[in-house]
């Protein structure tokens, strides 16, 4: 299976299957890629989103005090999103690693990988949340001098396409 049959395939497991598919398969490569080549396009595509969000929080992070609550809660996020982006990379590694013969039945570290990368992105927006819950707030520090929103958007963005670079990959693997 290749092409548009693993793109729809993959995206028949998430919630909206038109999107993912319009998403997935205006990726370079994606429309003449094997399932485990589309994983990888896939996570790739989330580990971009997760860069995103941490060069807007390294600028957010920037224009703060150091001893703010706030500023504490976007370092440890920053954080939390460097170690995303880690586990994505590791693996986009390891399934380059497998066959297609052997995805199923070796699939286990991948798995516990991605699970491990969607911890980190909701311990990231959990500890923002509260920071905004406190009354604390983002105005005139996100990258597009926009407020909070902003900022509250990209990560949820971020965590969206985790997520669903990862209902893909799991999606591939349950068409073989």
Avoid at 19 to 30: K, M
Avoid at 31 to 57: D, H, K, R, W, Y
Avoid at 157 to 173: M, N, P, R
Wanted: glycine share 6%; charged share 15%.
């Amino acid at each position: 299976m290749s092409g548009t049959a693993a793109i729809q395939a993959a995206c028949n497991a998430t919630l909206y299957p038109d999107l993912c598919f319009d998403w997935l398969s205006a990726q370079p490569g994606a429309l003449s890629a094997n399932p485990i080549q589309l994983a990888t396009i896939a996570l790739g595509l989330a580990g971009s989103f997760v860069n995103e969000s941490v060069s807007v929080l390294l600028s957010a992070a920037a224009s703060l005090k150091n001893s703010s609550a706030l500023s504490q809660s976007i370092h440890d996020c920053i954080e939390l999103m460097d170690l995303s982006t880690d586990q994505l990379n590791s693996s986009v590694v390891d399934l380059k690693s497998l066959s297609l013969l052997s995805l199923k039945s070796e699939l286990f570290n991948v798995k516990a990988q991605l699970s491990g990368t969607m911890g980190f992105q909701l311990a990231c927006s959990e500890g923002l949340s509260d920071v905004f819950f406190n009354n604390q707030n983002f105005t005139n520090v996100s990258s597009s001098g926009g407020d909070d929103d902003n900022i509250r958007v990209l990560i949820v963005d971020s965590q969206e396409k985790v997520s669903k670079g990862i209902i893909i990959v799991l999606g591939i693997v349950n068409a073989l």
